[in-house]
């Protein structure tokens, strides 16, 4: 079936919401993770995160409009460090739970039962519960005009993995780390290998 | 095990672009079509596209400095529209192959064996072979000084997609269409669904 542009002007707002949001393909399931300047955390489901360029380690995400407060993004702009943390099944409840609008002094870890972890060398919490785990330096905010949206680019300056993930090439086995991914706004998937491809040439 | 700033640091350089590319989770499968201003298509495997707003209806994805030559770019600042087809497991080889480094007057339509396919309400080329497919207007390129790669803004303006994979709420079910994701550079994945889970509320 065809959805012309007609179509998407008459879906109503959610409607239009699950539809566009499921489109682009399937997303990682990251759970942010923060700390106030009066140390208070933050732990926010985000499905966003995308590679930005290997050397400097880059990635980026997206915060909603400033219209809508985000604690993530002030606590960021507060200490400037923040940590991705892979979603797996036994915590992906718990991690979709922390989309629920919680003020902000009450910490979604305590508030979903998820447990902080802190390396000696990064000021922002990990989840304890987590495999693969990202320390990152926030460190510039481009807002996207068009729809107010902000892009949000981090450098990764530490990594936190089980040693049996890491390929001898460098390639990290997620799936072997049971993490998951998300389609639309609320579906959670597992994964199963159809393996690796060679280095493509003419 | 703990990676440091100055392990990322010693990573050669291919080592670390698996490495790297490897850790934001689980990616889209897609393949952009554009054509040029003379009429040759081109198709390209991309992973980095993600949503950034469903009203309008908006998503991005990056391409590399543009000292890499870039035919998918220069086709869209030719003629402004492009498309994104989900890979599934019949094509994703074809898919994958796209990647090598054909010379820009080779359609990687032909040289993959993927088929060409056109809406009459859009001048981008479809994937015949794939099962969920963008139809998009480039908006927006936006260059991040730090690295030079080019995030590009489309608006999605028509969709093609087997009806019974959209489901009464607008979420669209992109594992009944058998869409698979990608980890690293090279690494593709079917997926099994755990379900969708509720809105969340404190």
Redesign the interface.
Known sequence: ?????CD?ER?P??????????????????LLGTISASGVTNLAMI?????????????GF?CRPPSVPRHSLINLRETGFFT?N?CH?TI??QA???????PRT?SEFA?TGLTEEY?D?HPAPYVAESR?K?GLKS??E?T?Q??E?V?V?GE????????DT??E???????LAE???V????????????????????
């Open positions: 079936m065809k959805i012309s542009p998407l879906m707002q959610r409607y239009r919401a699950h539809f566009i949001n499921s489109l682009t393909g399937f997303k990682s399931a990251n499905s966003s995160a995308f590679h930005l360029g290997a050397d400097p380690a880059l990635l997206i991705l892979h099944e992906f409840r979709h739970q922390t989309s629920a609008r919680y009450v508030a390396s060398t693969i990202l460190l510039e481009i996207i068009r729809n949206t892009l680019i990764i300056v530490e990594v936190l993995l089980p040693e890491l390929g090439d460098g390639h990290v086995h997620i799936e993490s998951l991914c389609s639309g706004l609320d579906h959670y998937h597992q994964t199963h290998s159809l393996g690796r491809l060679p280095y493509a040439k003419p």
